[in-house]
């Protein structure tokens, strides 16, 4: 018998025994290797799915421990106060700062104009001037805006509106709900912060109020009671950024760090980090805005009387006083004011013809002038009310589960 024929035979004689085993070795190592990655996959899709719940009952966790409205609104109220009085004499140099009729203007760097404040008109009537006014608006207003804040945040949340968006118009919607309070104190307040001292020597601002109680009631009866909401729209649209700003920045690096430590109480370190961070980056970015809120409000053009009822009662205090007086640039109170011709007066309503007239007569510096006691005031203000905000819930709640439901 030949090779060829033997070989032949030896391969047609075991064709089941040799061959259709190997086959199923190999579709089984194949059919193994599948299985082992759809596995790896599998597990991996699943830590992946249990990490996300995880995370997802963290923050479903943080949520169901909402304090109660009111221990919000009482928080928010004291803290947002408190701040307001501790930094109050920086807001005064802000103010000096961005309503500064005079051209060159009379207050530049933050250090220098604080110093010369305090030494020529006194801590009570300078730095702290206007702060009666301020802490009028300040508790009403804070205990309105945490209340709307927390009421729009927690039914948006509720409703799977992303977090970023409830934050944002959370901050929006409470900021306008509280400017019916805090706006007429705010023209109070500024208006009292330019003047300084009572016949100020040293500081011509074209006030010359008192009190606070005498600034309200000359205003209402020369100017009408509408002219305490002056400068609404300036206000509302630095105000309502601002608000949206801090407290989207505030609640994004609360969950950062709630995420890093793993749990609710983050430390006080972290707590004025987030506070004082977000404060501070949302007052920078509003400064130009605040500038024109704080012109709008403190100045007045006498080029056309009919624009105002001040204006036409002093059109004759007005002739008087410069002919007795020409190197006066403002009359007191009130009156229609007379500025240099350097400086830009914002005889205008809108907030962005405002910004336009600031930019081309005193370019960027302009729009942010007053912008370093401002990231001051703002992050140490916020950084106060919210850490005093915290502080306070944390008490409250501890008090309402030693004696029980409260609200």
């Known amino acids: 018998m030949s090779l060829i024929s033997r070989l032949s035979n030896l391969f047609a004689s075991e064709p089941s025994s040799y061959l259709i085993p190997v086959s199923q070795e190999a579709d089984g190592s194949e059919h193994d290797a599948v299985s082992d990655s759809r596995t790896d996959a599998s ?194 649209f630095r105000d309502l950024p601002f608000s949206a700003l801090q407290f989207a920045f505030y609640e994004q690096e609360q969950r950062l760090a709630r995420d890093w430590v793993g749990d609710r109480d983050i430390g006080l370190a972290l707590e004025i980090i987030t506070a004082t961070s977000a404060g501070g980056m949302a007052g920078v970015i509003t400064c130009p805005l605040d500038v024109v809120k704080t012109r709008t409000q403190t100045q007045i053009t006498s080029e056309d009387p009919s624009k105002t009822s001040q204006a036409a009662h002093f059109e004759k205090t007005v002739k008087a006083a410069q002919a007795v007086k020409k190197g006066q640039t403002r009359l007191l109170h009130s009156g229609p004011r007379s500025v240099p011709t350097e400086a830009p007066v914002l005889d205008t309503s809108s907030v962005f013809t405002g910004l336009r007239l600031i930019y081309k007569t005193e370019g960027l510096t302009g729009c942010f002038r007053g912008v370093g006691p401002r990231f001051v005031w703002t992050s140490v203000q916020s950084g106060t009310m919210l850490v005093l905000y915290q502080y306070l819930l944390k008490q409250m709640e501890g008090l309402q589960s030693a004696e029980g439901p409260i609200v």
């Open 43 to 236: 597990v991996a899709g699943r830590i992946k799915r249990m990490r996300t719940m995880e995370k997802a009952e963290t923050d479903e966790d943080f949520e169901l421990k909402r304090p109660p409205y009111l221990h919000s609104m009482l928080a928010g109220g004291i803290g947002g106060t408190s701040g307001d009085l501790l930094m109050h004499s920086v807001d005064t140099v802000k103010t000096r700062q961005q309503g500064d009729p005079h051209f060159p203007p009379k207050y530049t760097s933050m250090s220098g104009s604080y110093l010369k404040i305090f030494r020529q008109e006194g801590l009570r009537r300078g730095l702290y001037g206007g702060v009666t006014a301020a802490m009028l608006g300040s508790f009403p207003g804070t205990v309105i805006f945490f209340g709307t804040y927390e009421y729009c945040k927690r039914h948006m949340l509720d409703r799977g509106i992303n977090p970023s968006i409830s934050y944002l118009t959370g901050g929006l919607v409470a900021d306008f709900a509280a400017s019916v309070v805090y706006v007429p104190s705010e023209v109070l307040k500024t208006r009292l912060q330019l003047q300084g001292r009572y016949n100020n020597p040293y500081f011509n601002s074209g006030y010359n109020y008192r009190t606070t109680w005498d600034a309200a009631k000359t205003i209402a009866r020369i100017e009408g009671f509408g002219a305490l909401y002056s400068g609404y729209k300036a206000t509302i």
